[in-house]
């Protein structure tokens, strides 16, 4: 059985760096057939999907973030992380990891509890 699990600060102030890690067990981030993503929820919105990470490292980010982000994983360690800089009261949600089938990019089938952060000063 495949687990995430998000880990990282719950504040974080306005202007700095929202950085969270997802750890994985049960199975390998480096497996082709699944991709590693990282999703949020801000208050009373629907899910916004922020960026993905493959077997390979190849990162891909959502077009209205993607200046912001970055996406990097510690295969050693069966972790990948998120960075979100130049945060704004707007970036609070709650931030969750999930893992993606790569065979059909619409299954989602292992997903962390999600962490809630909060950007303010």
């Known amino acids: 059985q495949v687990q995430l699990q998000e880990s990282g600060p719950g504040l974080v102030k306005p202007s700095q760096t929202l950085s969270l890690t997802c750890t994985v067990s049960?199975?390998?981030?480096?497996?082709?057939?699944?991709?590693w993503t990282w999703i949020r929820q801000p208050p009373g919105k629907g899910l916004e999907w922020i960026g993905v990470?493959?077997?390979?490292?190849?990162?891909s980010y959502t077009p209205s973030l993607e200046s912001r982000t970055a996406i990097s994983r510690d295969t050693s360690k069966n972790q990948f992380s998120l960075d979100l800089r130049s945060v704004i009261p707007e970036d609070t949600a709650v931030y969750y990891c999930?893992?993606?089938?790569?065979?059909?990019?619409?299954?989602?089938?292992?997903w962390g509890q999600g962490t809630q952060v909060t950007v303010s000063s």
């Open positions: 999930a893992r993606v089938d790569r065979r059909t990019w619409h299954v989602y089938d292992f």
């Open positions: 049960g199975g390998s981030i480096t497996i082709s057939d699944y991709a």
């Open positions: 990470i493959i077997y390979d490292g190849s990162t």
